[in-house]
Every structure is written in C-alpha cells, then in structure tokens.
C-alpha cells in the first residue's frame, strides 16, 4: 500500500512514480494511472465545479463517458480545456487545473448559482431578460456569458502539430474487450487484413476492471495475451488510444489517435492522426456504459457509477473510498461490493432497489434489500447517504449502478433508431450502416462469455461474407454472469434535487417542469432542459431522463423514444480535423515559373486563386507602391514591359471538330478562324451570364490553344470536358490542360517587337506585316527553343505573349531582361497590369463578377444568334435585355485630383441615397499615370446614352460621396492604333 | 401565462409546479380557413403573423414531427442583414427589424444578441467587393462599417493576421448582426400563434393535397383529410418532395449542410467571424460552445448527415484563420436537410394551383429570414399579393431572367 | 463516399467535382420552337428526388471522366456508375 487509497496489485508499476501537480498540489502516481486514478489514490475528490449550479463535483467514472471530473490539462499555449481526467494519463510532469469556478474551487462565489436554483429551473432564461431590451447585450448576456462556458482556451495559437492518414482494412473492429478482442482473433488467424482500435491506452476493456476468467486464467491476462498474439501478426493493426468517432458512408469511420498525448512533450512528433479508415467490414464492440440512479444529492463527489469504483480498485489499485456503500438495481452492482470486499475496503452498505433476496454475503456490510437512498450530506465530498427509512449511514463513497446502457452511437451514424429491450432495461442498436454488425455488450450482451462468442462469430461471419477463408478455431470461453436488472430509475421520495446530467445540472424535477410546460418530445427535452447537451452528451443522463419523461406521459420509454446520436463518439479537436492544412499549408501555393527571379529581385507577391503573383517590383528609393506601379506603367506604355501571365487557364483542344466544338462553347464566332490566328472569346453560362473570357489561337487545322483567365480555369475545364463527354459526344475533339506544361509571359510596349526581335530566332519575321495583330505561330526563340508567339494585347499597346516550356520560363524571363536593357525594360506585375487594362477598359474579375450579361459589357452583338452555343437562348431572357439595364462605362472624377471609390454605387445628381435610387456600382478604380488623374470603370444605368452626364459616386461605408462624371471605358487609344502598330 | 421575472419569482417559490403548458395539443378540425405545412421556424412565424398581423386565427400549422424540428432546429444560428442585391437586402432587412422587436413581441426571450458580424477580406478585389456590399446596405437602410486591417485586429486580436497563405487585409462589419437562440424561435413563435388560437399539431404528416380543377382544398394526411381555402407550404428541405404531390417540380434541390459545435468555453470570440478565403464562419454561444459551419457536401442528400471531407474543410478553414481554436474539441457535428435554389435565393408565390403557396428555397441560410419570411408569406397569403420586400422572390424569375444569384456561380445549387 | 470509377475502380468522392441532376445531359434544341422554355426548364426544374437520383459526378483529380452515378440520397448508396458519355450516347446524343 502506497497511501490510504492504494492497494496492492494491478498493472500499476509501482516501481516508477510520477509527480504531478493538481491545482499548484504536488502529488504523485505511477505509470499506469490515469489523472483521475491518481488523484482518487491522493484522496482527491473535489475535482470540478458544475455548469449551471457551480456544485461541488468529483470523479464519476473511469471512462469517456466522464461528466464531472474535467480539468484544464497543461498550460501556456498548450492548455487543453475540458479535459476528462479519467482518460487522461499521467505522465512526470503532468499539470492541471480545475475549471469553471471563479474565486477557488472549493470557494466558488458563483455556488450562489445553487442557492438560487428555484429560480433558475429549466429554461427559465426564456422567460426574463427582456427588459428593458436593450439590457440584453449590454447587462444580461455578458453577465449570462461570463458565468457560462467551462474551460479556457489558451488564446494562443495551438502549438502542436496534427497528421492524418488513410487506412484499409477487411474488417474494423471496434472496441477491443472480450468481444472486440475474440473478434480479432477469429479474424486474425484466418490472415484478414484486421484493425482493432480501442479509446484506452490498454487493451482488454472491462477484462481490465473486472476479475473475470477467459480460458481459464484471469480475463486481464487472457486480454493481454491476445494483444500480444495480435500483435505478432502483420496483416492485424493495433490501434491502441484511437477512438472510432463516427461511421460515414460505404464503410469509411473516422477514428482519433492520440499519438504523444501520454507524454509530457510532443518533441516534434504529430500530437495526433486522424485516420479515415476505409473497411470492408465493421463489427462494434464497443461496449456498455454503466448509468446511475437518481436520488436526492446524488451529485456530490464520492458518488461514482458502481463499475467505475470496481474499475479503480482492480485496474488501477486504487480505492475510491474508505468506507463504501452501493446503491443498484442489478446483481452486477454487487461485484463492487466484492471485489472491494477482498481488497481490505470497508463495505459499510448494499442498499438495493430489488426487493428480493440478498444476492449474497459481504462481511460488514449492512444490506437493505429494497431500499431506497434519498439524500446525502458532505460539502465537498459525500459523508453520509439517508435512506429512505429514515437511517443514515456515514460513507465516503457510493458506488451506484442503475443497470448499463449499450454504446450504440455509432450504429446511429447513418441514422439507424436504437430499440428498447426490456429484459436489460436498455436500448440496443436498430437499423445498422451497410457492413456493420455488433457483437457484445454494444448490442446488449452483457456477460463475458456471450462477448466472446459474439465476437468470435461476427469476425467468422463478416469473412464468409467477403469469400475471405476463416480458420478462426473456437471462441474463447469464459462463465456466465447474471445481471438481473430490474427497472429503477429515480428514488421517487428523494429529498432534494435529484441529478440526471450532472454536468449541465438537470434534474428529474427540471424534466417534470418540462413535461409540465408541453416539451414532451424528447428532442424538446433535450433542447429546453440542455439534457445531454454537456461535453458528454449525456452518455450517463439521457436514458434516465426518458425513463422519467415515460413516466410522465405514461408511455413506454420504447414509446419515448431517443434523441440522436451524433458524431464524434467523444470530442475531437478542432485541430486534429485540420492536421497540416493550416497556416502557409493551409491551401496549396502554385508559383509561376519566374517566381525566384521575381523574389530575388524584392517583388512583392499577392494571391491570386492558389496563385502567388508578382504585384510590383519596387525599386530602391520607392517608398510607397504607387510608385513603384506608376512606374512600371508609364515605362511600359513608353517602351517595354514584361509580366510573366502563366497563371491564365491554358487548354489544348484537338480534333477533327476541334473548331466546331469551339464555335458552341464561346458566344462569339469561331468557324471562321484561320491557322495562324488568334481570336478574343467570350463564354456564356447556359444560364445566358458572360462567366470567362479569353484568347483562342489556331495554331494547326486540327489544334487550338486557349487562354482563359486564372481564377476560372479549372471551371472553364470543367465545363468544356462536360460539354464534350455529355453533349457532344459525338466530335473528335480532345482537350487537356496544359497549364503549368507552359509558361507565358507578355511583352507589350511600342519596342516590344524591337525587343522579341533579339529573342526570337532569325528565320521567324515577326514585322508587322508578316505577323500582324492578333497572329500567332510556333518559332524558335533564344536560339532553337519551342515556344509559342502571340500577338495579342491586355495593355493596349503593341505587345506579343510569348510562351516556352515551363521549364524554360525562368531562363526566358532573365533573356527577356537581358534583351531589354538597351530599351530600358520593365518587369511589371499584376497592378501595372489591372492599371492598363483599365486604362483600356478591359473587363476582368470584378467585371466578371458572374452576374453580368454581355449585353452590360456592351459584347451583346458578340453573341451570335445563327448558331447553337451555350448559354444563347437563355440570354435573351427579357429582364436580362432591358434597355434601361446596367452598362459597362469609364468614370473620372469631376475635380481630377479626387480618388474614386471602388464599390461606390452610383445617385443622381440631387437623389436621395437610398435603394430605390441605386443605379449601378464602380467596379475597378486605378490611378492613370498617363492620365494624371484617377479613373474607373463601372456599371450604370443606360450607361452608354449618359456619357458626359455627372452623377455621384456615393460610399457611405466610408463617409465619400464623389461627383464623377460618365465617359467611355476605353480611356487610351480608343481606336486601338497602338496594339496594330 | 405571461413571462416575466415575477412570474419566475412566484413559481420558484411554489417549486415550480405551477408553469402552464406552452402550447395546446389540439385535435385538428375538419376545416380551417388557412393551413400552414410544416411547424419549423418559417411555419410558425407564418401561423403567428396570420393571427398577430393579419386577425387570422382559423389556422393550423401541420408538423410530421415536434414543432422546431426543421432547420430552425439545427443551424448556427446566425442573424446578418448583409446582403448586396435589391431582391434581397430590403428582405433581410426587414428581418433584422422584426428580430430587434421579436422577444417583446412573443414575450419569449430567444437571446436575440446582436454582437456583430464580420466579414473578412483578403484582397484588393474582396475589398471593392465588400465596400460593394456595404454601400448597398446603407441604401436599404442597415448599417455596415468597412474595417481596414488596424481597426479590425483592435476588435479581433486573436485572428491569423499574418496567415502565410491568405493574410488578412479587413472586413465589412455589420454591428446589428448577431446570434439568436435558435429553438427558442419556435418555440417563441408557437406559443405566440397557439395563444392566439392557431392549432399546432404536431406528428401530423402530409401526404397529399386535394387538388380538384386546379384549386387547392386541402391536405391529405396521416390523421386525415383537412380542408382549408388556402394551403401554405413552408417545408424547406423536404420541398420538393411535398410540392411533388401537387406535381409540380421545383427550381430547387435537397442538400445536407454540416454545421459544428464545441465543448462549452469561457468566453473566446464576441461576435461572428466569416472567413473569406475558405468555408468557414463561428459564433460562440451563451452557453461557450463555439458554432461553426462552412460549405455543403455538395450532393443532393435527404439523409441529414454529411461526410469527413466536408468536416476536414471546414475545420482547416478554422485553423487558417484562427489558430487558437486548435485545441478545442468538436462536440457534435449534425447535418441539416437544406432547400438549395438555382440562384441560392429563396421564393415566397403563388403556385399555378390556386389556393396553394409555397415559400422554400432558402438555402443555408433560412434561419436569419424566419421573421421576415413569417411576415411576408402571411402578407401574401392574408392580401394577395406580395410583400414589397419579397417581390422578386417569385417562381417565375428564371424564366424572366431575374435570377438573385449573390453569388455569381449560375444556376448550379451546390455552388451558391 | 466511395464511386466505383467505371475504369478506375473504388474512388474516394473526394476526387470528384458534383455536377447534379443527370437531366442536365439532355440540353435541348436551341432551334425547337419553345426553346426559352424548354432550356428553362432544363437548366432550372429538378425532380430532386428522396430515393434514386442519377446525377453527374466529374472525376476533376483522376482523368476527368464525368460519371453518372445512380446513388440513393437518402442512404448515399451507389447503386450503379456509369460514364456520361456511354449514357449520353445512349440517350441519343452525338454531335
């Protein structure tokens, strides 16, 4: 014995301990415990403070199921709020807080909560806090909010970091006690690809807690035998510390390994992995949870579900008491009794529900056969229980058990209703998801040879049904236990409130109230009293609470029904969910082949889709980035500049039809484009709406190649493939994307063609005369290398895109440098680029918004009416052609030295601003350079008749209201001279 | 009963014993003037502004299962009049109105909490977008404040500023935006619309309509046939399937949205964050559980119950913005049945069956309009004609070519 | 969820883009006389059934196959995959 609550015996390895620290207390345990094991063996038993009522709690359970016994695990950015001591492990060094008090734990000023509970029943929330109104978020709720909620988050960024992984398997088994355990056998043996996952860091399940005999031999040793068998073969995965949270669709289960949760430091190892685990097969054997009975103060700390004590006492050698009592209504109950017996402990008490016969002899214990417990006393901790005769008897500890519940919840993933069995008092699983069976006490087989044999022959079934061969041999035998439930679920003559979810403080008075007030159903029930709503859903409460309310309605509780079972099976973190994808890896980074040479050169980036794109390239001395744009515009309109536009969609289409194909997808015209020619396409949705536009080049009889823009290429694809495979299937065409195959750079400028003429080889004349506007053609540049030129132009001015391999683009972008030196060349990014196409009045995503027809981009005429292309008919819809519609016009500013607001909406002169006067919006401002003045493109009302009328450019959600005035989008060139030079 | 602190007072005292039922169970009648389909949140506002605003109370409201089981029942429970087109934005509006008067109205407290949301913005182009928005919402008399990236890390320090990937640059911040207690809604509603004589019965599912030379009597059901002049629809996911029985189909599918709670939480985020660079938006809740969502699976679904991928998605999507809420757990995770549009906008009509309406189409976002989408169908359904609100959510758009589409992405549901 | 790819075998959904309704295959005749409606009708009105629904999946992350997958949405089941383009055919569409 290692302290008054220790014994001798069980798997703790005594010769190893382990200080911890407990609210600033230094203790100590050993490896095998978990926080709530070791904090019963110091004789710790005010752990928590409840939700609602701030009373006292303590340690309920030795599982998942926990409802009271939750702390904060760890500190600093690690701090884990909520955590259940009872799965916990304790490792050297461990440290945690307890939760949910302001003042001290023992000295919570919010206990006042529970004086005040009268006033403070189900849902009494609902029916004050309304005056006055505007008490609410000023006076109520910050009050409500701060006395609410459990644990902290730490405020920091999680530190830790999560894998996930990816797992194939025959047959998922579930739970590793008997069933689970004799499951994996069977089907281990016979060379099934098998996973076995259990939530507990030891394998065996209640084999661990209890002294039953598998084979012959103590269950614990029999369990931990067959773990080492499993183990031993490589097609079986042991999945110790993982829970099976949720079962999805066509045998995909999530499942949470803590990895590094048991030590004291991760060392750079994941935390935990997700695994999503893709099985053929799927047999729960998950087990039961015990669930208590409702009595007068059945909250305080020291009241403990009868199998949790057992659990304690022989697993982890610890007494949950010095002198225990046991409430039940089963002869299961009476094990704790027992077994605490044979370890020295006082056993002061048997009251049992049943009246019937004693069950058997415990010495020293007074036995009340038919009995009832309706009050306790002890502040912090249970002192005394009263029964129901009026005797009071001193306990420390009252071991309860109202009979087990099966875990169902994860055959009510796919919606499956669990159905009510009376002869365990309990609901076992209903409609199960497609290749999941159950075998043990999840499906209501609560002794440990039915388990084994359960086990044994789901694993031999589940392999006859995939034409795997078992040779499983026989199923592990063990004795027969009775359980002899008998219903029994509140002490109707309990003194005080009598708890069911003892986390959220409901009460079978808050159920009647609810009864009382028309929330009958049990989803009312749930919903208005927060029944099972706590951190363990109720996995303790809820049956009990559906007993009472059966009651109430004099229906069955198979009548009653349950509530939902939900995903996760016990809580996961929001983080293991994200695993790597946070942060810089939070979505993929695509970069364009010159983003080095960009990066040395000081180019600030921006994201564009998955992009990262150069924006501007400042230059030593510019300060401000305007400047830097300023720049790259004006040496770009005055000589040359070189943007790398890789990220444009790029499609090759091929095919006997390749033209014809083309025609239907964009709007405009494409029947008549000659080899050697590059074309401007419009694409409509079917839905009539202009979504992309773009270049298309014919570069062969049978081959094209087209550009869209960055943000819709994969949509365009899409699209296309579909159009192809599901409308037409009948042309030779063939696309593939070949967008990261080539990098694409323009060069525009007047000396842009001065400047290419260094670059491309010789043999190819690119004069304008041999390779005019909008010609394209395959040359050699640099001295033999593939690539592609185009004679095309966003900026407006004379400009070619050229394009290389991808993996010469780098080596290009520095040539294209190199060449240009002597004409004082510019790289420019993307702002340069949105500042020309202003200038020229080019539409582009935020004109492509997706709600804009061709007509508002004055391309109405594009849309050819003499052929079938997608979205034609639909975009002669009549509101969409109304001659008051919106349309794509400039804006300059009345008082030139004035910005114009993007997003501004546009009033009359005089108007008040309200919707009714709306009549349109500024979609893309810029500073022209050239221009001297700020410019703008937007939609307006009728916009083409009103040019040179003045309006207003309104922002009221940054206090401007601008006098602008309505011109031509196309501020530069509108003839377009430049780009035919 | 009316609710009040004394009231609270005086039956703490008794023990509580003394609180009345908050609703009848009544028999349905044979025949009732109007018939409201489906008891979820829209339902029952309907039933409450037939009787409050309107004087008519010869109305039942028909629930297959317990009042407040639709998505009133399981959403995220967000309120925002943030919307940017004139078919919408006067709507939301108006709901936003109706909420800020809601509790005093039913005399029901559904913690209408208007802590604000935010919209987050990640470039240039969100930005103009988000000024967009915002100047449209002025116009139609919300309010909305433009953050630039100081002024919102003051309100919101614990956001990724510096996310690697997608830093963030500001965010269009809606004050009166907020969270509602979601089932208190119906429940708000319901006792409303049962003390002023409407019938709500529950476990009563319809299973037809009587439908005879176009003109709708009433409704088959599982306890029945009840008569009625008029039938008003209002079943959100299950849509298609109940406006089936009068044959006609719909521009609108059935998807699941997943949506997320945590374990309870000292206070963390005040008011409502929206990510713009991946499908993620939170709240906290009174009680500390942080609320969460993002986009829907993406498949046509009744099974209200969604897959991993979708919770990976949304949860990296928190990760990337707010890192600190790393560590803690997912409670519950629940998928809603949710009425997906072509043009992600929602209709309150007239059917081509005189006598039948239909309100639906209310995609993932239902919850915020209940109020308003209550007091414009019981406006159509009492007058005849349209709210000047709800005008352009009619049946017919599509075929005029007046798709509210806010999102841009066409007439593909899984889209908007 | 799981498609069985037709010529790729078991896949996870996660690899696909959705589409919807397998109807949008039948686009119809832009010279029909009422086209408007007809491509209203087509492009807007849904069976959305609760049951069988055959719908069109794209295979965007494995070779961009657009399937007809046949799935329950009600319990998710797949009860038959199929590529588009063998249905679009069958279905009478060519060129």
Request: net charge neutral; hydrophobic share 40%.
């Amino acid at each position: 014995m290692s302290g008054p609550f220790r014994f001798d015996g069980g798997p703790i390895d005594r010769s190893v301990s382990l200080a911890f620290r407990f609210d600033g207390r230094s203790l100590s345990g050993h490896p095998g415990d978990t926080l709530a094991s070791a904090l019963l063996a110091n004789g710790v038993r005010l752990v928590g403070r409840s939700f609602k009522y701030h009373r006292p709690r303590g340690v309920f359970t030795a599982g998942s199921e926990e409802p009271s016994a939750l702390v904060e695990l760890r500190g600093g950015a690690w701090r884990e709020p909520n955590t259940r001591a009872t799965v916990a492990e304790l490792f050297d060094g461990l440290e945690a807080f307890s939760q949910n008090y302001r003042g001290s734990l023992r000295r919570d000023l919010l206990a006042v909560n529970d004086l005040l509970a009268p006033f403070l029943s189900a849902g009494f929330y609902y029916k004050t806090f309304m005056w006055p109104k505007s008490f609410w978020e000023r006076v109520y709720e910050p009050v409500i909010r701060a006395s609410a909620g459990l644990g902290r988050l730490s405020g920091e960024a999680d530190p830790d970091s999560y894998d996930k992984g990816f797992l194939h398997c025959d047959l998922l088994i579930v739970g590793a006690g008997p069933a689970g355990l004799a499951a994996a056998l069977a089907a281990g043996r016979s060379g099934a690809r098998v996973i076995l996952a259990d939530e507990d860091f030891v394998m065996g399940g209640r084999l661990n807690a209890e002294t039953h005999e598998v084979n012959g031999r103590s269950g614990a040793d029999w369990a931990a035998e067959a773990v080492r068998e499993l183990a031993s073969m490589n097609r079986v995965r042991l999945l110790p510390r993982t829970t099976v949270t949720g079962a999805y669709d066509h045998g995909v289960y999530g499942a949470l390994e803590r990895r590094t949760d048991h030590l004291a430091a991760a060392n750079g190892k994941p935390r935990q992995v997700l695994w999503r685990i893709y099985s053929k097969r799927a047999i729960l054997a998950a087990g039961a949870t015990e669930r208590p009975i409702a009595f007068g103060g059945n909250d305080r700390p020291g009241v403990m579900l009868a199998g949790a004590v057992r659990a304690y006492a022989n697993r982890f050698a610890v007494g949950a008491g010095q002198r225990v009592g046991l409430f039940t209504n089963n002869d299961d109950g009476w094990r704790t009794a027992a077994d605490l017996a044979r370890k020295g402990v006082e056993v002061a008490a048997i009251i049992d529900a049943r009246d019937r016969e004693s069950v058997a002899e415990v010495p020293g214990a007074r036995i009340v056969m038919g009995g009832r417990v309706t009050a306790t006393r002890g502040r912090h901790g249970l002192k005394e229980v009263a029964l129901a005769t009026g005797e009071r008897i001193g306990l420390d500890c009252l071991a309860v058990s109202g009979g087990w519940n099966p875990n169902v919840h994860l055959t009510c993933h796919h919606g499956g209703k669990p159905v009510w069995r009376d002869g365990i008092a309990a609901f076992v699983p209903g409609d199960l998801p497609p290749g999941m069976t159950v075998a043990g006490a999840a499906g209501g087989a609560f002794t440990t040879a039915a388990a084994l044999i359960e086990g044994h022959r789901a694993a031999v079934e589940a392999l006859g049904e995939l034409g795997l061969p078992a040779d499983a041999g026989d199923a592990p035998g063990a004795s027969d236990e009775a359980a002899n439930v008998a219903p029994f679920w509140h002490v109707a003559e309990s003194r005080g409130r009598a708890w069911l979810d003892l986390q959220n403080d409901v009460t079978v008075k808050d159920v009647v109230q609810a009864h009382g007030e028309g929330f009958r159903s049990v989803e009312h029930l749930k919903r208005y009293t927060t029944l099972g709503m706590a951190t363990d859903q109720g996995k303790t409460a809820n049956v009990g609470a559906l007993a009472i309310m059966a009651e109430q309605t004099g229906r069955t509780i198979a009548e009653t029904g349950t509530t939902m079972f939900r995903p996760p099976y016990t809580p996961v973190p929001i983080a293991a969910f994200a695993g790597r994808s946070r942060g810089r890896d939070f979505r993929p980074t695509r970069l364009t082949p010159s983003h080095d040479w960009a990066a040395e050169r000081g180019a600030v980036f921006v994201e564009a889709g998955a992009w990262l794109r150069a924006q501007w390239f400042p230059r030593p001395g510019e300060t401000y980035w305007r400047q830097s744009v300023d720049r790259e515009v004006l040496q770009t309109r005055g000589s040359v500049g070189i943007c790398d536009v890789t990220t444009l969609g790029k499609i090759d289409i091929q095919g006997r039809d390749a033209q014809e194909f083309l025609n239907r997808i964009y709007a405009n015209g494409f029947a008549t484009l000659a080899v050697g020619k590059v074309r401007y396409g419009l694409m409509l949705r079917e839905d009539g709406i202009a979504y992309d536009d773009g270049t298309t080049a014919r570069l062969g009889e049978n081959h094209f190649v087209m550009t869209t823009t960055t943000v819709n290429a994969v949509l365009v694809f899409r699209n296309m493939e579909f159009a192809r495979q599901c409308l037409w299937p009948g042309l030779d065409v063939h696309l593939i994307s070949v967008t990261e195959q080539w990098a694409q750079f323009a060069v525009a400028g007047p000396n842009s063609r001065a400047l290419l003429g260094k670059i491309v080889d010789p043999e190819h004349d690119i004069s304008n005369e041999a390779f005019p506007f909008m010609a394209c053609g395959e040359v050699g540049v640099c001295g033999g290398a593939p690539a592609r030129l185009f004679r095309i132009s966003f900026s407006g001015e004379l400009a070619y895109e050229l394009v290389v391999p991808a993996r010469y683009g780098e080596a290009l972008m520095e040539a294209l440098m190199a060449a240009g030196e002597e004409f004082d060349a510019v790289a420019y990014g993307t702002e340069a680029l949105g500042v020309m196409r202003i200038e020229k009045g080019h539409a582009a995503a935020n004109e492509l918004n997706g709600q804009t027809t061709a007509r508002m981009l004055g391309m109405q005429r594009m849309v050819s009416k003499r052929k079938d292309c997608i979205g034609n008919i639909l975009s002669e819809r009549p509101e969409m052609n109304r001659e008051d519609g919106l349309e794509l016009v400039g804006f300059r500013p009345v008082n030139r030295s004035e910005e114009l607001p993007s997003g501004a909406h546009f009033l009359s002169i005089g108007a008040e601003a309200a919707m009714a006067n709306d009549e349109g919006w500024m979609t893309s401002v810029a500073w022209s350079p050239e221009l001297g003045h700020s410019i703008g493109l937007g939609f307006i009302r009728n916009g083409h008749a009103r040019i040179g009328e003045t309006v207003r450019a309104w922002d009221g959600v940054r206090g401007r209201d601008v006098a602008v005035e309505i011109v031509s989008a196309h501020f530069l060139d509108p003839d377009g001279e430049r780009l035919r030079g | 009963m009316r609710y009040s602190v004394l009231q609270i007072l005086r039956q703490g005292l008794t023990g509580n014993r003394g609180w009345k039922p908050v609703w009848r169970e009544p028999e349905p009648k044979r025949h009732y003037d109007t018939i409201v389909v489906g008891g979820g949140g829209h339902g029952l506002a309907t039933a409450y502004y037939l009787a409050s605003a309107h004087g008519l109370t010869d109305v039942a409201v028909l629930e297959k299962g317990w009042l407040g089981s639709g998505n009133v029942g399981r959403n995220t429970t967000i309120v925002r009049s943030n919307y940017l087109l004139p078919g919408n934005e006067p709507f939301y509006e108006l709901s936003m109105k109706l909420w800020e008067g809601l509790e005093q109205d039913v005399n029901y407290n559904a913690m209408v909490s208007q802590r604000g949301i935010i919209n987050l913005y990640h470039s240039d182009g969100q930005r103009d977008a988000a000024a967009r928005r915002g100047n449209a919402m002025i116009l139609a008399g919300a309010d909305a404040v433009l953050l630039d990236r100081e002024a919102l890390q003051r309100k919101c320090p614990y956001l990724d500023f510096d996310n690697e990937r997608f830093p963030i640059k500001g965010g269009l911040w809606q004050p009166r935006g907020g969270t509602v207690r979601h089932d208190a809604v119906a429940w708000g509603y319901a006792r409303g619309a049962d003390r002023r004589g409407v019938d709500l019965i529950q476990n009563c599912e319809v299973t037809g309509f009587d439908i005879r030379n176009g003109v709708c009597h009433g409704v088959e059901t599982q306890r029945g046939t009840i008569g009625a002049d008029r039938v008003a629809v209002c079943v959100a996911g299950s849509s298609g399937r109940v406006m089936g029985y009068a044959g006609l189909r719909l521009p609108i599918e059935s998807h699941v949205l997943q949506a997320f709670v945590t374990e309870g939480l000292k206070p963390a985020i005040p008011g409502v964050i929206t990510y713009g660079a991946g499908h993620f938006y939170v709240s906290q809740s009174d009680k500390g559980g942080l609320v969460f969502g993002g986009d829907i699976d993406g498949y046509n679904s009744y099974a209200q119950r969604g897959n991993l991928p979708m919770v990976e998605d949304v949860c990296e999507g928190g990760m990337a913005l707010m890192p600190m809420i790393g560590r803690a757990r997912v409670l519950r995770m629940w998928g809603g049945l949710v009425d997906m549009s072509m043009d992600g906008s929602p209709f309150i009509d007239k059917t081509p069956v005189e006598g039948l309406y239909f309100n639906g189409g209310w995609n993932y976002g239902g919850f915020k309009a209940t109020p308003a989408s209550g007091y414009c169908y019981a406006h159509l359904i009492a007058t005849g004609a349209p709210h000047p609100v709800a005008a352009e959510m009619r049946l017919d758009r599509f075929e005029r070519g007046a798709a509210i589409d806010e999102k841009g992405v066409g007439a593909q549901p899984n889209l908007h | 969820m799981i498609i069985d790819h037709p010529l790729l075998g078991p896949r996870d959904a996660q690899e696909f883009a959705i589409l919807g309704d397998a109807s949008l295959i039948d686009r119809p005749d832009w010279q029909a006389e009422d086209a408007a409606k007809l491509f209203h009708d087509y492009l807007h009105l849904r069976d959305n059934p609760a049951g069988e629904h055959r719908e069109l999946w794209f295979h965007e992350q494995g070779d961009r196959s657009w399937l007809v997958v046949t799935r329950s949405t009600l319990t998710h089941e797949v009860l038959k995959v199929e590529l588009a383009r063998d249905v679009a055919i069958a279905r009478g569409r060519d060129r």
